[in-house]
């Protein structure tokens, strides 16, 4: 569906004159972006085929950082782009020189991970004037691990989430998603040919309950497990949700890290868990922050949406660049989970061991089925 709130963008951008080429990039403030990023490379992405990438490869399209522009920088097909392109479609004769209305370019997305998509940033930065007249994606859901051939099956079904909609040059173009089901992969068509920067594909996850029952013990906070950050006192320097990502942190700024506080206050993250759990075990990492960690930190849980806050770790001590585990008194049970630093700084990451209860992976499975699972 598309949404009037939302910026639209067409036509060309200026050719570059110089200069920081963002300058005037089209961009806007779009309501989903506190979400996580479905098509994020640390979750598993993929771009597992295009029909064409003459210019440019498709595996740029899932590149974390933002697109880059070098003006001088030229291969033996043209100018090298930091983004997904295509070759200028033609038609069949000098007569019908021109594509059909039905002539258009895809490439197939793997979600890192699965779940309910509430809007999608296709970034055509720096493609000024080389950007597809127009867009659409479609979604579909399959299980394990299908090759391209097996989605492009005949009996596949997909859905559109974004119709043909014409976008423009060098702006990042937003689309609101309204479908309340679960989904694996995209199809991304560009109409009829051109570039595509970036593609953005933002969120919830909504994990598999099979799997989850399968592993038993697993991290209830992390992002491909369904957790999710509900809200942050500060995302100063870097997003909250950092803190849920998988693997461990390998710089600073992946991590979370708020500005320096100037009152008595302390800084915060709050998480919800994908059901209600029963945690056993903490991690608290502040791997790379070293003159910026957290002093402190303490660890609180609720049991439902109108539940009391309790302490489940009382403030304690913090090292930098540590990892800090702390076996729990006994199974807390918790749907909210609420860190609090003290004062300020940054962990990289939060890891929250322990199991969904009975009444969570009921509620899971239940949850599963509404989204076509």
């Keep these: 569906m598309t949404d009037a709130s939302i910026p639209r963008f067409t036509g060309d951008a200026n050719p570059y004159a110089g200069g920081d080429p963002y300058a005037d990039h089209r961009t806007a403030d779009f309501p989903f972006t506190h979400l996580v990023d479905l098509a994020d490379r640390r979750l598993g992405a993929g771009v597992i085929a295009a029909n064409d990438e003459f210019f440019a490869e498709r595996e740029n399209l899932l590149k974390p950082e933002p697109a880059v522009f070098d003006p001088e920088h030229f291969g033996h097909k043209g100018k090298i782009m930091d983004g997904w392109e295509t070759r200028r479609r ?3 004769s000098a007569a019908e020189p021109h594509p059909t209305a039905d002539d258009h370019d895809w490439a197939l997305v793997r979600l890192g991970a699965p779940g309910v998509i509430r809007g999608i940033v296709l970034d055509t930065a720096h493609f000024r004037g080389n950007y597809p007249q127009a867009v659409s994606v479609e979604a579909a859901a399959l299980p394990g691990s299908p090759s391209p051939e097996d989605l492009l099956a005949p009996d596949v079904k997909w859905t559109t989430l974004v119709p043909r909609t014409a976008v423009g040059g060098h702006a990042a173009n937003g689309f609101v998603v ?23 594909v933002y969120g919830e996850v909504a994990p598999d309950p099979a799997w989850l029952a399968a592993l ?19 995302r100063f320097y870097s997003p909250a949700t950092n803190t849920i990502q998988p693997g461990r942190s390998r710089k600073m700024d992946d991590g979370w890290e708020t500005r320096r506080r100037r009152d008595k206050g302390n800084d915060w993250i709050s998480y919800r868990l994908a059901a209600q759990s029963g945690i056993r075990a903490v991690e ?7 003159g910026n960690s957290a002093g402190w930190a303490s660890l609180s849980v ?16 913090l090292q930098p660049d540590t990892n800090h585990r702390f076996v729990l008194d006994g199974t807390v049970r918790a749907t909210h989970v609420r860190i609090d630093i003290f004062p300020d700084g940054g962990i ?26």
């Design 90 to 92: 033609r038609g069949v």
């Design 178 to 200: 309204d479908a309340e089901q679960r989904f694996t992969h995209l199809r991304v068509n560009q109409h009829p040919d051109g570039g595509i920067a970036r593609l953005r």
């Design 216 to 234: 038993g013990t697993f991290d209830l906070a992390a992002l491909e497990n369904g957790g999710q950050v509900e809200d942050a006192s500060d």
């Design 284 to 290: 608290i990492d502040t791997a790379y922050l070293k």
């Design 302 to 317: 609720r049991d439902g949406e109108d539940g009391d806050w309790t302490e489940a770790l009382p403030r304690t001590r």
């Design 348 to 373: 990289s990451r939060l890891r929250l061991y322990g199991s969904l209860t009975d009444e969570g992976a009921a509620a899971l499975a239940a949850r599963h089925r509404e989204l076509g699972g």
